[in-house]
């Protein structure tokens, strides 16, 4: 596997590589990999005959009270994963190979209305930081198909949205949520929980289930969402949201609306700040 520090060499490599006709995957990630990530580059794979995944923590997409300086950061073993996995290569830059003007001074990608929203509202900012990271990305890596998670759904929504308005020719594969046991979704900032906090997290999934068992039995969604904070809350959580949207575009459904939704809850416990969703249709 290959491994790249500087854009000019990654530009080089991936030329080459489409000069002999091969199809490029690309899966950005922050590191810290675990087997959530690597089922995103194996579904890479199956679309395209060169994978490379990036590992960067991106400082722009932080706020100033979050966890970017203690974020775990463990690229020798994030090397050796994705050489297992058989990734062709993998780009880890510096911080100022992706911002060579400084962060303060940066340009800015930012994707109005579903930015603004849920995690866009709690967390100010944060979309931008993304959006502006994967366009740079994009760019460097020019891929024809590219590969993210569900479980950062709105993420995926916000990059969908920018590849769209971008006119990029890229393809966004979506790959389905790698749970723990007890069903909590798999994430990097997992490891800040406690044992107790990560069996107690497992009531994450089980809340989103119940919502949409509710949803499907006809219960009017401000009650499923009032019963859901309640329920997080009683498992010693501190939530940011338990919602039910429109999976299309994350806006507020119809009170006849039993199709096309998405249940979605953030939600704070311990050190960690969790994330997770649900298709109601699935």
Same mark, same amino acid.
């Given at each position: 596997? @290959?491994?790249?520090?500087?854009?000019?060499?990654?530009?080089?490599?991936?030329? +080459?590589?489409?000069?002999?006709?091969?199809?490029? /995957?690309?899966?950005? #990630?922050?590191?810290?990999?675990?087997?959530?990530?690597?089922?995103?580059?194996?579904?890479?794979? $199956? @679309?395209?005959?060169?994978?490379?995944?990036?590992? !960067?923590?991106?400082? #722009?997409?932080?706020?100033?009270?979050?966890?970017?300086?203690?974020?775990?950061?463990?690229?020798?073993?994030?090397?050796?994963?994705?050489?297992? $996995?058989?990734?062709?290569?993998?780009?880890?830059?510096?911080?100022?190979?992706?911002?060579?003007? /400084?962060?303060?001074?940066?340009?800015?990608?930012?994707?109005?209305?579903?930015?603004?929203?849920?995690?866009?509202?709690?967390?100010?900012? @944060?979309?931008?930081?993304? +959006?502006?990271?994967?366009?740079?990305?994009?760019?460097?890596?020019?891929?024809?198909?590219?590969? !993210?998670?569900?479980?950062?759904?709105? $993420?995926?929504?916000?990059?969908?949205?920018?590849?769209?308005?971008?006119?990029?020719?890229?393809?966004?594969?979506? %790959?389905?949520?790698?749970?723990?046991?007890?069903?909590?979704?798999?994430?990097?900032?997992? $490891?800040?929980?406690?044992?107790?906090?990560?069996?107690? %997290?497992?009531?994450? @999934?089980?809340?989103?289930?119940?919502?949409?068992?509710?949803?499907?039995? /006809?219960?009017?969604?401000?009650?499923?969402?009032?019963?859901?904070?309640?329920?997080?809350?009683? +498992?010693?959580?501190?939530?940011?949201?338990?919602?039910?949207?429109?999976?299309?575009?994350?806006?507020?459904?119809?009170?006849?609306?039993?199709?096309?939704?998405?249940?979605?809850?953030? #939600?704070?416990?311990?050190?960690?700040?969790?994330?997770?969703?649900?298709?109601?249709?699935?």
């Amino acid at each position: 596997m @290959h491994t790249f520090a500087r854009s000019a060499d990654l530009r080089a490599c991936v030329s +080459a590589w489409r000069r002999a006709g091969a199809r490029i /995957g690309f899966v950005p #990630t922050m590191g810290n990999l675990h087997a959530g990530h690597y089922s995103l580059i194996e579904l890479a794979h $199956q @679309h395209v005959d060169k994978v490379v995944a990036s590992v !960067f923590v991106n400082p #722009t997409q932080f706020g100033p009270t979050e966890d970017f300086a203690s974020y775990p950061r463990t690229l020798d073993a994030d090397r050796a994963g994705l050489a297992a $996995q058989d990734c062709d290569a993998l780009f880890a830059p510096a911080v100022d190979e992706m911002y060579p003007f /400084g962060v303060a001074h940066a340009v800015r990608v930012e994707v109005p209305g579903v930015g603004d929203i849920l995690d866009g509202a709690a967390r100010p900012g @944060h979309f931008a930081g993304v +959006a502006t990271v994967v366009a740079k990305l994009f760019n460097l890596v020019q891929p024809d198909v590219a590969v !993210f998670g569900q479980k950062d759904y709105q $993420q995926l929504l916000v990059i969908r949205r920018m590849t769209q308005d971008l006119r990029l020719p890229i393809e966004i594969v979506v %790959a389905p949520i790698c749970r723990e046991a007890n069903g909590l979704a798999m994430s990097s900032r997992n $490891q800040y929980l406690t044992p107790d906090e990560r069996e107690r %997290a497992g009531v994450i @999934h089980q809340v989103l289930c119940v919502m949409r068992d509710e949803v499907h039995a /006809g219960r009017a969604r401000a009650e499923i969402e009032t019963a859901a904070h309640a329920t997080l809350v009683a +498992a010693g959580s501190i939530p940011d949201y338990a919602t039910i949207r429109r999976a299309a575009d994350l806006g507020v459904p119809d009170a006849g609306d039993r199709h096309g939704l998405i249940a979605l809850i953030a #939600t704070r416990l311990g050190r960690a700040r969790l994330i997770d969703n649900l298709l109601l249709d699935d």
